[in-house]
Antibody
Framework: QLQLQESGPRLVKPSETLSLTCTVS??????????WAWIRQPPAKGLEWIGS???????YYNPSLKTRVSMSIDTSKKQFSLNLSSVTASDTAVYFC????????????WGQGSLVTVSS | SYVLTQPPSLSVAPGQTATITCGGH??????VHWYQQKAAQAPVLVIF???DRPSGIPDRFSGSNSGNTATLTVSRVEAGDEADYFC???????????FGGGTKLTVL
């Protein structure tokens, strides 16, 4: 059974970089149709897609976040990561790592989510 | 960019049918996916490709998509169906994933 687990600092200062890592178990990261994604949800708000990465390094980013987002992947460690720079309080959210199926375009496996708070 | 519009809330009595809409320009030409999110939990996929159910999702959940509106229908609503529901598409024009704002389903 595929499982995803987010890890990283829960508190980040304004203007600094938010960094999260997702560790995948139960599957490799090199499936033909498997992209690996980050989605966030501010408190009491809806879902926002941040971006998706393929094992080759190909990425798709949300245009509204593109200038601040960077994603990477390490297939040997079965991990993928998110960096979000110059954070403000509006970046406070639960961050989910998720599997995204290319060609089908839906998200089928989700991590439990990690609340990251931006505050001094 | 592409916009998906959902009603913020819907209240239904147990045993009745809940119909949750997701509006978007010519959404009928896109594949729509639906997620259920219960309090303090990660979302769960309940419908993909407009009408398909993942294994383990009850057949009380069904979907349709035509014109400018996609619909998630929950038949014979139960207390355990109380949750937020989100629709989602892939917009090929802008190459981005788009979510609707979510609908909070309350079971009376």
């Amino acid at each position: 059974q595929l499982q995803l687990q987010e890890s990283g600092p829960r508190l980040v200062k304004p203007s600094e970089t938010l960094s999260l890592t997702c560790t995948v178990s139960g599957a490799s990261l090199t499936g033909n149709t498997d992209y690996w994604a980050w989605i966030r949800q501010p408190p009491a708000k809806g879902l926002e897609w941040i971006g998706s990465i393929y094992f080759s390094g190909t990425t798709y980013y949300n245009p509204s976040l593109k200038t601040r987002v960077s994603m990477s992947i390490d297939t040997s460690k079965k991990q993928f990561s998110l960096n979000l720079s110059s954070v403000t309080a509006s970046d406070t959210a639960v961050y989910f790592c998720v599997r995204w199926l290319w060609g089908r375009f839906h998200f089928d496996y989700w991590g439990q989510g990690s609340l990251v708070t931006v505050s001094s | 960019s592409y916009v998906l519009t959902q009603p913020p809330s819907l209240s239904v009595a147990p045993g009745q049918t809940a119909t949750i809409t997701c509006g978007g320009h010519n959404i009928g030409y896109k594949s729509v996916h639906w997620y259920q999110q219960k309090a303090a939990q990660a979302p769960v996929l309940v419908i993909f490709y407009d009408t398909d159910r993942p294994s383990g999702i009850p057949d009380r959940f069904s979907g349709s998509n035509s014109g400018n509106t996609a619909t998630l229908t929950v038949s014979r609503v139960e207390a355990g169906d109380e949750a937020d529901y989100f629709c989602q598409v892939w917009d090929t024009t802008s190459a981005q994933v788009v979510f609707g704002g979510g609908t909070k389903l309350t079971v009376l």
